[in-house]
């Protein structure tokens, strides 16, 4: 079975690890904006870092047949320096026509503070402006329900915002309903530590369905499994649910989504040639 990883990010991965996903069926990936590890000090240093994104990282995931796509933002756990972030704001529009660009992402929050909140809705302001997707990060931990909750608040009170152009990722057992709720799509990241387990994302398909539901590894710089995606395949294998289903939420349901980005020039690869996990 072919999949999809619609949040991954290559950058802090080897290259040995594209060629692991290749072999284990993955024909695309998602890399939304992210820390670095460390804090970045200028807008140039973002500004390189999307030349990354949009160009090498497009490049070294084609070498083994992965089609890399991106989001473009500073994410929430810069967001506390509001000068930088508006300068990053401002420099974004510059990559928004990029082969690959999907949108803005992932904004969001971290640790649910006023310059996260406020840098936020500048965010959502690009994004309206620029007629762009939203791909959104919700907080860890202790902070998640609380996060959640005021993410969703800003996007329910903004008539401007699409809830069908907006994927909310890192949801867990007691945020999802509120996502869904509020009509938009949801995304479960299978970590080894925090976040979902296979497991886990296995349990919330089975109470709300595969509509509207992604799974991605995320597979940043912490504990973390590039090839977690094929692990919720083999659960639900194991579970017995159907094969269509399966392919809804980890192929179907990302292409979907991201189809609403004028610049998702997906193609879809020769369906005799799967990779059966």
């Known amino acids: 079975m072919y999949y999809f990883d619609p949040h991954i990010h290559m950058v802090s991965r080897t290259t040995d690890d594209y060629a692991t996903l290749a072999r284990m069926g993955c024909v695309a990936v998602s890399e939304p904006a992210f820390w670095a590890g460390f804090d970045r000090g200028s807008v140039d240093s973002f500004r390189d870092y999307f030349h990354q994104l949009t160009d090498f990282e497009r490049r070294r995931a084609a070498q083994f047949g992965i089609q890399h796509f991106t989001w473009l933002c500073i994410n929430a756990k810069e967001a506390e320096n509001v000068e930088l972030s508006r300068e990053v704001i401002a420099m974004i529009p510059e990559f ?9 992402g992932e904004i969001g929050l971290n640790k649910n503070t006023r310059n996260e909140a406020q840098i936020f809705l500048e965010h959502l302001d690009l994004a309206i402006q620029f007629d762009q997707p939203i791909l959104i990060h919700t907080p860890h931990l202790e902070d998640k329900y609380l996060g959640t909750r005021m993410i969703l608040d800003m996007l329910t009170s903004d008539h401007r915002i699409d809830t ?22 949801a995304g479960m990241t299978l970590y080894p530590v925090t976040k979902c387990t296979p497991q886990r994302a296995a349990d919330i398909i089975e109470v709300y ?6 799974v991605n590894s995320a597979g940043d710089w912490g504990p973390s499994k590039p090839t977690a995606v094929p692990d919720f395949i083999f659960e639900m294998r194991q579970r017995g649910h159907a094969e269509s289903v399966i392919r809804r939420v980890v192929y179907e349901n990302p292409i979907e989504f991201f189809s609403q980005s004028s610049n998702f020039d ?7 040639a799967v990779v059966t996990i």
């Open 96 to 104: 928004l026509d990029e082969p690959g660009v999907l949108g803005i």
């Open 164 to 185: 069908d152009r907006v994927l909310v990722d890192h949801v867990e057992e007691h945020t999802v309903g509120d996502v869904l709720k509020d009509g938009f799509w």
């Open 209 to 214: 369905g595969p509509e509207r539901l992604l």
């Open 266 to 272: 997906y193609r879809a690869p020769d369906e005799e």
